[in-house]
């Protein structure tokens, strides 16, 4: 029920930037037990995004560079006006609700991986997806964008040996304060 309100709000921003495209974006995500399945967000970048990446990253090393050790950039030119408001409030993130209900997702676990970035997961791949995927975890709450693919790794491992129900409770805490004080996004 509260994504209905939301979704129209962002309707209505996305037509008056000018905005055209699909309000959700979705995206395979790899789930627990290495299930693949589909991810939910409000769009926030341009349409055909994935293409765009592949021609900046060719034509920036810096940027391929940064892209490389945390896996987004921070100055990302894909990112629409209406995406920069839905990101840095954290609100893109809302339509995994659906994924929590679906059983896909948890609130709190490892943050789902791209399925281009599972070789780079190597060895954690089997600790890391034995856990449900969550909307938050321990990276969203140390760092978020600001932490490298390698610490987001040793955080879910973190997450994987030492997951009880108070830490989840307390790291739903944290994100709630982190996306009130609106930390770490990008």
């Not at 930037?17 to 589909?38: A, L, V």
């Not at 997961?121 to 600001?146: A, D, E, M, V």
Request: hydrophobic content about 35%.
């Amino acid at each position: 029920m509260v994504l209905i309100p939301l979704t129209i709000a962002v309707w209505i921003a996305n037509k008056l930037s000018k905005e055209n495209g699909p309000i959700f974006y979705t995206q395979e995500r790899i789930g627990q037990d290495g299930k693949i399945f589909k991810m939910y967000k409000y769009r926030s970048m341009v349409i055909g995004a994935d293409e765009k990446l592949k021609e900046y990253l060719q034509e920036n090393e810096e940027a391929r560079e940064e892209y490389k050790k945390y896996k987004k950039l921070k100055n990302d030119p894909r990112i629409t006006k209406i995406g920069k408001i839905l990101r840095k409030t954290s609100l893109d993130e809302f339509p995994q609700f659906i994924n929590v209900l679906k059983g896909d997702m948890s609130l709190v676990g490892p943050r789902p991986y791209l399925l281009r970035e599972k070789e780079e997961i190597n060895g954690f791949f089997k600790y890391i997806t034995s856990c449900k995927p969550g909307i938050t975890g321990l990276w969203q709450t140390r760092g978020r964008s600001n932490t490298t693919f390698t610490d987001r790794l040793t955080m879910d491992m973190e997450y994987y040996y030492n997951h009880t129900l108070k830490t989840d409770i307390k790291l739903i805490y944290k994100t709630v304060k982190n996306v009130i004080k609106k930390e770490g996004a990008i």
